[in-house]
Structures are given as C-alpha cells and as structure tokens.
C-alpha cells in the first residue's frame, strides 16, 4: 500500500537545505583554518555516551540532564525508568553501587546533548594526559536537547565547540581562547557581539558562598516563583540566572560571589582581566553569569550576538578545572572550553546581512549538434579539473532554452559550442549578467577563466 501520509522533519529538527549549506559549510571551515592557527587539532565523538557520563560531569540537578536528555536503554528496558534508575544511585557513594546496578547503567545511553564529557571521557581514555604541555581540541557537529523548540533552540542543533587540557590552568589560556574565539567571529563577520565574563569561584570558595546564598534565598523563597524556590535547595546558584521579572530586584540585593572569591580565584580573575586588556578584548562583567553546567569552575563566559531574540547566547564556556579527576581521570588536570551555536550564528550572520559570496555555478556548457557534444564533455572536464564548477545539460537543448536555464541556476558565464565551435576549436564565452561575449581557443579560454577568477571577478 502507498503511503498517504506526508512525513515530515521531527519538531525541533530541521533541514538545511543547499542554498544555506554553503554558508554553514564556510562557516565550519572558517572555524577550522583559525583554530588550527592557535594549535587546536579537530577530534570526533561519538554522538551517543553512557547516560551516567552527562550526569556525573553535567550534574544531575542541572535542566539539561534532568529534563532535557534523549535517553534509551541498550539492551531490553527495564522496569525502572531511567530517571528513577539515576536518582536511586546519584544519590549513594560510587564506592556502594552493586554490580547489576553498575550493569543497568552501563546499559542506558544519551545522545550527547554537549561535548564537553565525551571530549574529556575520550582524553582520559587515550591518556591524552600524557602528552607534552596543554592539549587542544576542537569539535563540530550537532548535539540533541529536548527543549521547546523557538527561533535559534532546536532539539537537534549544532556547535563548534574547542577544549584545552593539561596540567596548566594560567588566566593566559583562557585569554588566548577568548581570543581566538572573537577572531572566529570578526572573521565570519558577527561583529555586533557583546562578551560577558565572570568567575563562579573554586570548590574552596564556592561552597561557602552557595550556602551563604541558600540563607538568603530562604529569607525571600515567599516572593520568588516556584522554579527559583526549587531551585534553592537543588541548584542554588541558577537561582541568579532568573529571567522572571519579579524577581530580578530581589536578586539585585543577593550577596555577590566577586566579594566571596578566595585568594587564588581573586587572582586568577584579576589576571584574566589583564591578559584580556592586553589582548584589547572588549569585555562586561556580570556576576550572574553561572552557566547551566555543573562542572564549571572559576572563569565562565557567554558571547551574545544581535538579531536572536531571547536566545541571544551564541557562545558560551567556561573553566572546569576538576571534571578531569571527578570522571577517574589523573588529579591535577586542568580544562577549558567553549562552543558556539553554528544555527544561532548563522541566523544573526542572516539576520544582519552581511553573507560572504559563496562559491556558485560558474560555467554552463550549451551545447547544440551530434559534434559538439564530445566536446563539451571534454571541455566540462578539463574545467572541473581546473576547479570551476560547471553545469553539462544531459540531453541535447535549443541555445535559447539552455542560455534560458544557464540564467535561472545563476550561472557566471554561459560557454556556447555548437557544431561550428566544435569545428573550428573556437568557443563563445557569455557572461550572462551583462551579455558580454567573446571568442576563444581552448587554452585561451581557461587562461580568461582563471584569471576574471583571480581578480575576484
Ligand atoms: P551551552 O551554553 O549549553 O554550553 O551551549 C553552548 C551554545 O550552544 C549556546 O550558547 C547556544 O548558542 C548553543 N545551544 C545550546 N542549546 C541550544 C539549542 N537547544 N538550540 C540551539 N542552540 C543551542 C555547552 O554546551 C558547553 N559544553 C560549552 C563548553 C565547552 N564549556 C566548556 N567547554
């Protein structure tokens, strides 16, 4: 039986179509030729991970992994749902897990909603520890969140993400990255960027401040909405990330972790903040910044771009300078990262239009007559072999008709070979947004070619 129903892409995930995969496709390599300059060599990961990774590294309490993971089990599934299999163990000592249950975890796995856990799952299992001096990584591709879908979130979407880890944590590191990452995003044209940065302190300082914070929160929880006060026992600090407007006065008067850093994290910010002005890097502080990710620590950043509405946030990242030893690797590994949101830099790049001319059709061979036609397939060849990207219609057509088609596909330059070109070893050359023509030999011709090409013409 035929089917009658239309199938359709999944809410939340889309296609990108030709006409727009040429800009994401500049934009990736774009990404790639400057990371490579600062030393970032590219890893790919697998799309899906063991669940227990995302929670132990991202944080159990945390949106992303207690609402918005695509789960699924291994083998059969088991009587108890995932969320309860994960909350039943998060809360026991690792030391207590059983075998079956260690087993039941090992048989649930996430399609990566970041890559930062595979990233820092794949460095300790290559002992990537070893190498010599910090190592710098970067990755693209899409990553999967059940969240509403709304213009720039999708629940398939895409990052351009770079890690650095190694035994090294200087504020100069996280400076060098900002850095790169502002060149990326001048190269590609997203000037309209503001970069907020902050410091969420360390596993000294931080706890003393979450507590002292949780105090104040309960002195308020009446007049705060019932995800903030959730939140002051489960994952207090995004009690600042509110965006509810009743709120933010309230919030305006919590005590501020700047005033609660220990010694080490004052310092290391201070000369973050030195490296970043010697970088002339335009920056605003915001000490609300904590980031919807546990493992975060000290240095936290967001990039924001024009043209997104309320999902503004095109970059964000941060130091993690413990995740390393929590997921069993070697203590004393320090990390770094970021990552972009390719589709919300795309829309902002749309939305301020200021696209790069990409590559398109540049030559279409009309041919007309028995003896033009082997000519023309050779000619396309020698002119695909030269790089240029040209059009041969299958089956035989009018000039009119072809000259006709070579304008809708938005052709440069329309090459004519009928039967007396194909003779005489002399071709018409149109340049069909002003009708110009002119006659060549074939070594004329790609000599003509290749340089209107160079001169960016
Ligand atoms: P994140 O802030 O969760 O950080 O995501 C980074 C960026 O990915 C966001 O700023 C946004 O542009 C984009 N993004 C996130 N969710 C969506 C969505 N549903 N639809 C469209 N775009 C989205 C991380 O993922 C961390 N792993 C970054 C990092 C790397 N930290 C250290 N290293």
Known sequence: MTEKRQFQAIKGT????????????????TAREIFETYGFRDIRLPIFEETWLFA??????????????????????????????????????????????????GDLLTLRPEATAGSVRAYIEHGMYTQPGNVKLYYIGPMFRRERPQKGRYRQFYQVGAEVLGPSDAPAIDAEMLEMLLVFFERVGLTKTTLYINSIGCHECRPKYVELLR??????????????????????LRVLDSKLPHEQAIIEKLPRISERLCEACREHFAKLKDELKLRNIAYQENWRLVRGLDYYTRTTFEV????????????????????VELLGGPAGIKGIGFAIGTDRAILSLQESGHLPRLPSLEVFVAWMGATAYPVAVGMARKLRARGFSVELPPEEMKFKKSLGLADKLGARYALIIGEDEAASGTYTLKRLADAQQQKFSESALLEHLVSERGQGR
């Open 304 to 323: 924001t771009a024009a043209g997104l509405g309320s999902q503004n946030a095109v970059c964000g990242g941060g130091r993690y300078d413990g995740l």
């Open 56 to 105: 132990r590294s991202i944080g159990e309490e945390t949106d992303i992994v207690s609402k918005e993971m695509f789960t699924f089990f291994k083998r059969s599934e088991p009587e108890e749902s995932p969320k309860d299999l994960m909350q039943r163990l998060a809360r026991q000592p690792a030391r207590d897990l059983r075998e079956e249950d260690l087993r039941a975890l």
């Open 215 to 236: 105090e104040e929160l309960r002195k308020v929880k009446d007049q705060l909405g019932a995800d903030s006060q959730r939140r002051i026992e489960t994952n207090t």
């Open 14 to 29: 889309r296609d990108i179509l030709p006409a727009e995969s040429a800009l994401w496709n500049w934009f990736e390599q």
